[in-house]
């Protein structure tokens, strides 16, 4: 192997030098083949030992725990490991619990709970906390609480119920335990870690370092809340994610009463998107794809018409967010260096088409003179005599023109300089050197 990739590397660096791979595109095909060749021989990583994987839920249930959520269960399928819930929160929106709920129990991964000592499981935080196969919880930590706001009968039931059906697979059916876990809802019951393991309801532990051991694991990977996850959490509160939406609304509304594309609607149809994604209506799949066709359309505005590159800029920074969106929202399994390699090279690729597309805009956009621009400050001959009040004719730029002074009479075979054209008639004075609409010298053309 070693031997066919030297003989290929040879061919490829070889072919490098002639005329049609000289360019920025061969240089680009280049390297993609290389990490190709390269990657035939290089075996891929392999994950050693039981890991597991800790997602931190250490503020509101909102949408931002389900970003850190999803990446975390993508993370625990990729490394065929189980998921920790590293809870401590006072709770939050049912919508945001319930798409927690969703994503974990969909994948299928084994999850445990764990409340530090001194945290809390409460509201929304204790109905995440019962799909642990265990719950773990620290000295003073507490779980429960979790009567909703407003608490009318059809939303009270519809926790009860929630509550119910988590707790049956988290205590195999033990109905005193779930009994308990309803009243967390109907009676807003809490359990101090002292009582919760005296009821078998939960298991002491004082650190991850010992729920690691209890679990019998060689490594925790922790996932965090990011920029992005923080961002998500501001737009999933009711207030911000209703002024959005109508801010979204009115600029597009903007955009159409304004001459000419402003990008009023994009950042308007932006802010929707988040807004309704933090709300977890819109889901991810359908606001990732959209930011990639936005982010591709600004991009396109960016290279086809003049600009600052604010929409080519902002284009570029919402493909990403599309592209990281798609990402962590996908469990691929551990990618293999051929996978990265070839990844690699397209993405170089893509980006110089884009760094092509960018620079043949700016060409594009490169405004030719017009005949008034071309015509002014050139030096011509006077063919007919003519005066202020009587045209004649001019030659300039290799054309005849009918033509006026603009103050004594000139002579034929006298040199002129045109100061003004309006429509096809040339407004010329006596010349000397050429001279552009600054008044400076003009270069002669060779």
Same mark, same amino acid.
């Given at each position: ?164 059906? !988590?707790?049956?697979?988290?205590? /195999? ?14 009676? /807003? ?181 017009? !005949? ?75």
């Amino acid at each position: 192997m070693k031997a066919i990739y030297i003989a290929l590397s040879y061919f490829i660096l070889r072919g490098a030098k002639t005329s049609i791979l000289r360019g920025s595109l061969g240089f680009s095909l280049i390297l993609l083949a290389s990490f190709v060749v390269i990657s035939a021989i290089t075996p891929a990583a392999t994950p050693q030992g039981r890991v597991g994987v800790v997602a931190e839920l250490t503020s509101t249930v909102d949408g931002g725990a389900v970003e850190v959520v999803s990446r975390a269960v993508n993370e625990a399928v990729s490394k065929s490991s189980v998921l920790i819930l590293y809870v401590d929160s006072y709770g939050g929106y049912l919508a945001a619990a319930d798409s927690i709920i969703k994503i974990v129990v969909e994948s299928g991964v084994t999850t445990y709970v764990y409340i530090p000592p001194g945290g809390k499981a409460a509201s929304a935080g204790a109905l995440i906390a019962l799909l642990g196969r265990k719950i773990f919880m620290g000295d003073a930590s507490t779980i429960g609480a979790a009567q909703p706001i407003p608490s009318d009968e059809k939303t009270v039931n519809y926790v009860v119920g929630r509550f119910r059906s !988590l707790a049956i697979i988290a205590f /195999n059916n033990n109905e005193t335990l779930v009994r308990i876990a309803e009243e967390f809802v109907t009676k /807003n019951r809490v359990l101090s870690a002292a009582e919760a393991v005296a009821l078998g309801f939960a298991e002491p532990a004082n650190s991850l370092e010992e729920v690691k051991q209890r679990l019998g694991l060689d490594e925790l990977v922790m996932v965090g809340y990011t920029v992005w996850d923080h961002v998500i959490s501001v737009f999933s509160a009711p207030i911000v994610s209703s002024i959005a939406l109508i801010i979204g609304i009115a600029l597009i509304f903007v955009e159409f009463v304004q001459a000419g594309f402003q990008g009023y609607a994009i950042a308007g149809l932006v802010l929707m998107l988040i807004s309704l994604y933090a709300m977890s209506i819109v889901p991810v799949s359908v606001f990732a794809v959209s930011l990639l066709i936005i982010g591709l359309i600004l991009l396109l505005i960016e290279i086809l018409t003049p600009g600052f590159g604010a929409f080519g800029v902002t284009g570029l920074i919402l493909m990403l967010v599309g592209v990281y969106e798609t990402i962590t929202s996908e469990s691929f399994g551990t990618p293999s260096t051929l996978t990265l390699a070839v990844a690699a090279g397209f993405a170089m690729l893509g980006g110089l088409i884009i760094y092509v597309g960018y620079e043949a805009g700016k060409a594009r956009r490169l405004k030719s003179k017009t !005949l008034r621009e071309k015509l002014i400050g050139e030096v011509g001959v006077c063919k007919t005599r003519l005066t202020r009040d009587t045209p004649g004719v001019v030659y300039v730029l290799g054309e005849d023109w009918t033509a006026y002074s603009t103050d004594e009479a000139i002579e034929p075979g006298t040199k002129v300089r045109v100061v003004e054209v309006k429509g096809l008639t040339l407004y010329v004075t006596k010349a000397g050197e050429p001279t552009d609409e600054s008044g400076k010298p003009k270069p002669q053309e060779s």
